[in-house]
């Protein structure tokens, strides 16, 4: 079994750049309005279309679960060297588990997490949790707007 999601973004280029980076993967089929990513890690197919009004929605994210904090520290490796800005956590409880995670943002401004769960919590959040802050920059995953 694997995912299916559509996105409408307004720079098919700088968003095919940003997603291979993500994915590690270049696009199984690409045309001059339309990409099409297909992984198996994770388990993805995303399609990518050309539209000039594509608006990212508010409040929400996205996310890839990996199975080791190595795996995030090569997710961060591979965003910032193609040039990508990135917050990093580690090991902060947040929506009631213990983390380590990197954002990025993709061009239409979706945020993505990469993501190891350590140990699930019993707390929400911790008092100094950067993910969970309320700064304005829409970056929360779990304060519900």
């Known amino acids: 079994m694997k995912m299916h999601l559509n996105l409408a973004t307004r720079d098919l280029d700088r968003s ?3 997603y291979s980076t993500l994915l590690a993967a270049e696009p ?3 045309r001059p309005d339309y990409a099409l990513f297909i992984t198996r890690e994770p388990g993805l197919e ?3 279309d050309l ?3 594509a608006v990212a929605g508010r409040g929400e994210h996205f996310g890839i679960v990996v199975d ?3 795996a995030v520290d090569a997710q961060i490796a591979r965003l910032q060297s193609a040039g990508h800005a990135v917050d990093i956590e580690r090991e902060e409880t ?3 588990a213990n983390q380590t995670k990197v954002w990025a943002t993709d061009p239409d401004g979706r945020r993505w997490e990469t993501y ?3 140990e699930e919590t019993e ?3 911790s008092a100094d949790a950067s993910c969970c802050a309320s700064d304005g920059a829409e970056r929360s995953c779990c304060v519900v707007q």
Do not use: G, T
């Open 16 to 18: 095919v750049a940003f």
């Open 28 to 30: 199984a089929n690409k």
């Open 46 to 48: 995303l399609a990518l």
């Open 51 to 53: 539209d000039s009004k």
């Open 68 to 70: 080791s904090a190595e």
């Open 94 to 96: 947040c929506c009631y």
């Open 116 to 118: 190891f769960v350590h």
């Open 123 to 125: 707390a929400r959040d």
